[in-house]
């Protein structure tokens, strides 16, 4: 979902910036914030929950700046660091229960 890019000069290298647009994920997790706690079923047997959606985009930079609280997330599926991204990202959540 990148929605433009920008070339600039910084010195002797260029710089390529990526511009983001989330809106349509951040309209849809709020749905789902707002139909329930994510709860997901198969054949009416509950099988998980959906906590949150992350835009591809914003993991693949999150990962490309070797944030902490995604790489022990995503590598070691830490709960606390989940916990941490969502109180910077809160437009990721998609259900209204807690992590």
């Known amino acids: 979902m ?3 890019q920008e070339l600039s000069e910084d010195g002797d290298s ?3 910036t990526n511009y ?3 809106d349509d994920v951040e309209r ?3 749905q789902k914030v707002q139909d329930g ?3 997901i079923y198969d054949n009416g047997q509950l099988v ?4 949150a959606r992350i835009p591809v985009e914003e993991a693949a930079m999150l990962e490309a700046m070797c944030d902490i609280d995604y790489l022990s997330f ?3 599926k830490d ?3 989940l916990r941490r991204l969502l109180k910077r990202y809160p437009y990721w959540r998609s259900s209204s229960g807690g992590v």
């Open 74 to 76: 995503s590598r070691n």
């Open 28 to 30: 849809e997790n709020w």
């Open 37 to 39: 706690k994510g709860y």
């Open 20 to 22: 983001i647009n989330s």
């Open 79 to 81: 709960k606390a660091a």
């Open 14 to 16: 260029l710089k390529l």
């Open 2 to 4: 990148i929605s433009h």
């Open 48 to 51: 998980g929950r959906e906590i």
